[in-house]
């Protein structure tokens, strides 16, 4: 049992990656870490716990990745996603960094996949971990073990009291128990705040009753709310997250990985009304799929429904939940609530939009498009007529919100006044807003946690010892 | 297979782990789940069968309990799998020994022990059972004459090849690659089941002991299949010798038997001890609480068959070669009789299934990321 009476040289706030991360790093730079995680052990590690792959560059193929992806690339896909809405030294330096990330990962026992082979894969750009996320952190806990860190489960921070630009101490809760403990230097890297629904309600209103969490119901937003209450800078748009399009029969939290759906660029989308609303096939899914959470969130009700016929339904991932099923795209209508003559007419409407000819690939952007449609699909689009049809109902899955606290390259978190902290860090989702404005791109939540994890545990380990 | 609660219970789960493929760099069972979106109950037990239990996926998963999923790969595929050995076993009627298999096991060890010491009894001339003859040719027939093991041990032993064989031509019927099995699709699968490639976990191995990595269990069990294949080997070269060479047992320690049978024997204490060891500390959560008396009992009966022989190697030439070489025979009697209704299915079952992977090896994916 850990003496929590005394002054640790750092304190860590959450329990996944970009936390263990800096915990780990911290402790090897010679520091005494506590590490606090509020949720229970068997739930440990916030949002990594559902992750499965890392976004990294790379100049030539290595053991996990193929090819090259080297930092123009990414910084243009990051450009693209976020729609400039980043910051580009700080971005770059993550990419950058990103390529240096493996060997340390591998000291601390975690394993990565043979790069994925299959449809629309992401091998070349990202880092698959070996059994996914749960997996990564059961290495780097076992590390943290290991090394002599002081682990708490079940133990929420309530305040990181700043005074005069300083945390002088940290009020939590241990077992449901208040108490207070000290440390030279915090790391902040307890995650968004998406699963504390009533502050999504301030700025979402009451659309949040329809969106499915995905990940831990445990990351509440308590430390950054807290952080920001007492004058630390925020940099983010409160409505801005990472959202996927879900199964809408996902359970409300901590779903994970299984309930999104990939049959949008195979499907006709529509909304509660019968209505197209998106260009289905403007992009591969890899790079598209984070936008459609907010697509729907936008539409009536917060709901869609991908309707696809038998050639499209092996394209795409299995469900979790059985695809609706019917012989005709009225019954299909019919099953899912929807009005079929409407439902009818804009399949019909689409199939004779389809313009017919090219090769159908869907392997890349293939060409094959809609002409005269408000809006057109422009790729992978062919008739929704061979049945049986296949239909599913779509929710905004969020992932995680990126309002965050303010930092500068070396992850001090920012006060008001520009000026850094005395002795408080963050990494991970609680400050990725300062890279990700809006969009995201596949893995790099988990490069974020990794590369300002790593920086946040040398630079509080290195102060502390000062 | 029927369509048991264990099976929709494996088929709920599989459906899951479909939609979420992070555990297909652990074994081969991941890769077959990917090839299909729908699970017979046939399929399900084949998968049942590739499963090598290494928990690697129980450990990794993010829908392991008290996650309200409560996917638990190694437990739900352990209890396929056991029901699947009562399916397919033949003749039906025996199938019951499945149930209670501890008690089987152990019982059928005693009563083989008890039969092996009355006739051993009988047969010595009288006040001659513990008399001690050292090395002398056919020393070992005074107490029990050859016709009577090769009789009992041809009879007992074939039978049960019988049985295991129509075991396994009824899993391949129930559960068995539809495509016709190729050359190259034998020797992947000799080689998987030879090398245990499924207890590797993707390098590091099995998670042994929680969360951690171990090649404990790939090992020992090499060490238990590689004695008892040594064993087997010199019981067989003692045959030949004895039939068609006209050398009589016992032969001295230097020589072909009786050195396979050492080693044997040592490689498979040591495997099936330390097996049973881990059993002890393992978590229990990733394993099947009622299947563990059968799989205990079926180590020990090895342990103890290997234990004997050695025993009976040291006490040969002394008064107590008889007892000794009497309860030795009991025990191989025992895991003769229990060979197609004991934890010794497995290795049938399991190769049958990693054929059947081989088989399917150039299947794609259905989706993907």
């Given at each position: 049992m850990p003496d929590r009476k005394q002054t640790y040289d750092v304190l860590v706030a959450g329990g996944g990656n970009a936390a263990l991360c800096a915990a780990i790093t911290a402790r090897q730079a010679g520091a005494r870490v506590l590490l606090l995680e509020s949720a229970p052990k068997a739930f440990r590690g916030g949002n990594s716990r559902h992750t499965r792959n890392l976004r990294a560059m790379h100049d030539a193929p290595n053991a996990v990745l193929t090819d090259a992806?080297?930092?123009?690339?990414?910084?243009?896909?990051?450009?693209?996603?976020?729609?400039?809405?980043?910051?580009?030294?700080?971005?770059?330096?993550?990419?950058?960094?990103?390529?240096?990330?493996?060997?340390?990962?591998?000291?601390?026992?975690?394993?990565?996949?043979?790069?994925?082979?299959?449809?629309?894969?992401?091998?070349?750009?990202?880092?698959?971990?070996?059994?996914?996320g749960k997996a990564l952190l059961n290495a780097y806990y076992l590390t943290a073990e290991r090394l002599g860190i002081d682990i708490l489960y079940d133990t929420e921070v309530i305040s990181m009291n700043i005074d005069d630009g300083s945390v002088r101490s940290v009020d939590i809760t241990y077992r449901g128990f208040p108490e207070t403990v000290y440390a030279r230097c915090v790391v902040a890297s307890c995650g968004g705040f998406q699963a504390n629904l009533e502050w999504m309600r301030e700025f979402w209103g009451d659309a949040v009753d329809n969106f499915v969490i995905r990940g831990t119901p445990y990351n509440r937003g308590r430390v950054l709310k807290n952080l920001l209450d007492q004058g630390v800078a925020a940099i983010?748009?409160?409505?801005?997250?990472?959202?996927?399009?879900?199964?809408?029969?996902?359970?409300?939290?901590?779903?994970?990985?299984?309930?999104?759906?990939?049959?949008?660029?195979?499907?006709?989308?529509?909304?509660?009304?019968?209505?197209?609303?998106?260009?289905?096939?403007?992009?591969?899914?890899?790079?598209?799929?984070?936008?459609?959470?907010?697509?729907?969130?936008?539409?009536?009700?917060?709901?869609?429904?991908?309707?696809?016929?038998?050639?499209?339904?092996?394209?795409?991932?299995?469900?979790?939940?059985?695809?609706?099923?019917?012989?005709?795209?009225?019954?299909?209508?019919?099953?899912?609530?929807?009005?079929?003559?409407?439902?009818?007419?804009?399949?019909?409407?689409?199939?004779?939009?389809?313009?017919?000819?090219?090769?159908?690939?869907?392997?890349?952007?293939?060409?094959?498009?809609?002409?005269?449609?408000t809006p057109n699909k422009t790729n992978w689009a062919r008739t929704v007529d061979?049945?049986?049809?296949?239909?599913?109902?779509?929710?905004?899955?969020?992932?995680?919100?990126?309002?965050?606290?303010?930092?500068?390259?070396?992850?001090?978190?920012?006060?008001?006044?520009?000026?850094?902290?005395?002795?408080?860090?963050?990494?991970?989702?609680?400050?990725?807003?300062?890279?990700?404005?809006?969009?995201?791109?596949?893995?790099?939540?988990?490069?974020?946690?990794?590369?300002?994890?790593?920086?946040?545990?040398?630079?509080?380990?290195?102060?502390?010892?000062? | 297979m029927q369509e048991t609660e264990a099976v929709l219970n494996a088929r709920r789960e599989m459906e899951i782990c479909n939609a979420c493929r992070y555990c297909e760099g652990f074994c081969a069972v991941f890769p077959a789940v990917e090839l299909r979106r729908e699970f017979t109950a046939g399929d399900l037990s084949y998968l049942a069968n590739l499963c090598h239990g290494c928990r690697g996926c129980y450990y990794a998963c993010q829908y392991a309990p008290p996650h309200e999923w409560g996917i638990n790969v190694p437990r739900t595929l352990a209890e396929v799998r056991a029901e699947s050995y009562v399916e397919y076993a033949w003749p039906q009627p025996l199938a019951k020994a499945f149930e209670r298999n501890g008690v089987v096991v152990s019982l059928v060890a005693a009563l083989s022990i008890a039969l092996m010491l009355l006739i051993a009894m009988a047969i010595a001339a009288p006040g001659q059972f513990f008399a001690a003859r050292g090395l002398q040719p056919d020393s070992f027939y005074a107490v029990m004459p050859l016709w009577a093991m090769q009789i009992v041990g041809l009879g007992t032993f074939g039978f049960s090849l019988f049985a295991l064989g129509k075991g396994a031509v009824n899993f391949w019927k129930d559960a068995g690659a539809k495509q016709s099995i190729t050359i190259s699709a034998i020797c992947i699968a000799v080689w998987d089941a030879v090398t245990l490639k499924n207890l590797?976990?993707?390098?590091?191995?099995?998670?042994?002991?929680?969360?951690?990595?171990?090649?404990?269990?790939?090992?020992?069990?090499?060490?238990?299949?590689?004695?008892?294949?040594?064993?087997?080997?010199?019981?067989?070269?003692?045959?030949?010798?004895?039939?068609?060479?006209?050398?009589?047992?016992?032969?001295?320690?230097?020589?072909?038997?009786?050195?396979?049978?050492?080693?044997?024997?040592?490689?498979?204490?040591?495997?099936?001890?330390?097996l049973f060891a881990m059993k002890l500390v393992e978590d229990p959560m990733p394993a099947v609480r009622r299947l563990l008396g059968g799989d205990v009992a079926m180590l020990v009966l090895l342990a103890l068959s290997a234990l004997t022989g050695l025993l009976l190697l040291a006490v040969r030439a002394t008064g107590a070669m008889g007892i000794v070489m009497a309860i030795h025979l009991g025990f191989i009697l025992a895991l003769f009789l229990v060979l197609p209704y004991s934890k010794m299915v497995h290795g049938v079952y399991r190769s049958a299934a990693l054929l059947r992977r081989a088989v399917e090896r150039d299947m794609k994916p259905l989706g993907g990321e």
């Open positions: 992806y080297k930092e123009d690339e990414y910084w243009d896909d990051l450009l693209r996603v976020t729609g400039g809405n980043t910051n580009e030294e700080m971005a770059r330096m993550t990419i950058r960094a990103s390529s240096g990330v493996f060997g340390w990962m591998k000291e601390c026992g975690v394993r990565f996949q043979p790069s994925l082979t299959g449809t629309l894969n992401l091998g070349r750009t990202n880092a698959f971990f070996l059994g996914g983010g748009d409160p409505t801005q997250c990472h959202a996927v399009a879900l199964d809408a029969r996902a359970p409300k939290f901590d779903g994970g990985i299984t309930t999104r759906l990939d049959s949008v660029p195979y499907s006709v989308v529509v909304n509660k009304h019968g209505d197209r609303f998106y260009d289905e096939g403007e992009d591969v899914w890899p790079k598209r799929y984070a936008i459609w959470g907010r697509l729907i969130a936008q539409q009536p009700d917060q709901i869609a429904y991908s309707i696809c016929d038998s050639k499209a339904f092996p394209l795409f991932m299995p469900s979790v939940y059985p695809a609706i099923k019917a012989d005709s795209v009225g019954e299909l209508a019919l099953k899912m609530k929807l009005d079929p003559a409407k439902v009818i007419a804009t399949v019909d409407a689409y199939n004779a939009a389809v313009v017919p000819g090219q090769s159908f690939d869907n392997l890349k952007l293939d060409g094959n498009r809609t002409e005269g449609l061979k049945g049986p049809f296949y239909g599913y109902p779509l929710r905004p899955g969020i992932t995680f919100t990126y309002l965050s606290v303010k930092v500068n390259d070396k992850a001090q978190v920012l006060m008001d006044n520009g000026q850094p902290a005395g002795n408080l860090f963050a990494s991970g989702e609680i400050m990725s807003g300062n890279i990700l404005g809006k969009g995201y791109l596949a893995g790099f939540g988990m490069t974020i946690g990794t590369v300002f994890g790593r920086i946040a545990g040398q630079e509080a380990a290195r102060r502390a010892r000062n | 590797g976990g993707g390098g590091d191995g099995c998670n042994d002991n929680a969360e951690s990595f171990s090649m404990r269990r790939r090992y020992l069990h090499h060490a238990m299949a590689g004695g008892f294949m040594l064993c087997f080997a010199a019981t067989t070269v003692g045959f030949f010798y004895h039939t068609f060479m006209g050398w009589a047992a016992p032969y001295p320690f230097i020589s072909v038997p009786v050195l396979l049978g050492t080693v044997g024997g040592v490689l498979l204490v040591i495997g099936t001890g330390g």
